[in-house]
Antibody, heavy 125, light 107 residues
């Protein structure tokens, strides 16, 4: 059974860099076929897709964050990470990592089928 | 960029009633790329439906999805107590776009 778990500081100061790790168990992030994603949810709001990294290392980011976001893989630890620089109070949210199955050869997009429980990050001095 | 607009924002119903949640895309999208999630308080979202109408593994058949073009619908035929939650639509594209969510609450 595939499981994802987010970890990282729950409190980040304004202007600093938010750094989170997603540890994957039950599957290898380098085995191919999946997009390893980050999503966040502001308090009481909808979901916002931040970006993902493919097993090849290719990354895709939400344009609204493109200058501040970086996602990377650590295949030796079966982890991937999120870095968001120059944070402000508006970056306060619950951050989720999720496995995105992408579009398969049958043409269907199979959605994000495995999610971590989420971690709350507060930006405050 | 495609924008997804869900309606209503909140749906107040009683157990046993039928729930209908709508999601409208700002331009026509392929139904094979349309997904629904359920999210309970304090939990991560759970995949419900993909391809606009195909239930994910383990999802009860009281959940159904339909639609094409710009209009998509999630229907819960008879609400069970555990179905009161927030429902999110999502479209696969160069970006992964979500709707703003619809809360189904107990009346």
């Amino acid at each position: 059974q595939v499981q994802l778990q987010e970890s990282g500081p729950g409190l980040v100061k304004p202007s600093q860099t938010l750094s989170l790790i997603c540890t994957v168990s039950g599957d290898s992030i380098s085995s191919g076929g999946y997009y390893w994603s980050w999503i966040r949810q502001h308090p009481g709001k909808g979901l916002e897709w931040l970006g993902f990294i493919y097993y090849s290392g290719n990354t895709y980011y939400n344009p609204s964050l493109k200058s501040r976001i970086s996602i990377s893989l650590d295949t030796s630890k079966n982890q991937y990470s999120l870095k968001l620089s120059s944070v402000v109070a508006a970056d306060t949210a619950v951050y989720y990592c999720a496995r995105d199955r992408g579009r398969r050869v049958d043409g269907y997009y199979y959605g994000m089928d495995v999610w971590g429980p989420g971690t709350t990050v507060t930006v405050s001095s | 960029e495609i924008v997804l607009t869900q309606s209503p924002g909140t749906l107040s119903l009683s157990p046993g009633e039928r729930a209908t949640v709508s999601c409208r895309a700002s331009q026509s999208v392929t139904s094979s790329s349309f997904v629904w999630y359920q999210q309970k308080p304090g939990q991560a979202p759970r995949l419900l439906i993909y391809g606009a109408s195909i239930r994910a593994t383990g999802i009860p058949d009281r959940f159904s999805g339909s639609g094409s073009g710009t209009d998509f619908t999630l229907t819960i035929s008879r609400l069970e107590p555990e179905d009161f939650a927030v429902y999110h639509c999502q479209y696969y594209g160069a970006l992964r776009t979500f709707g703003q969510g619809t809360k189904v609450e107990i009346k």
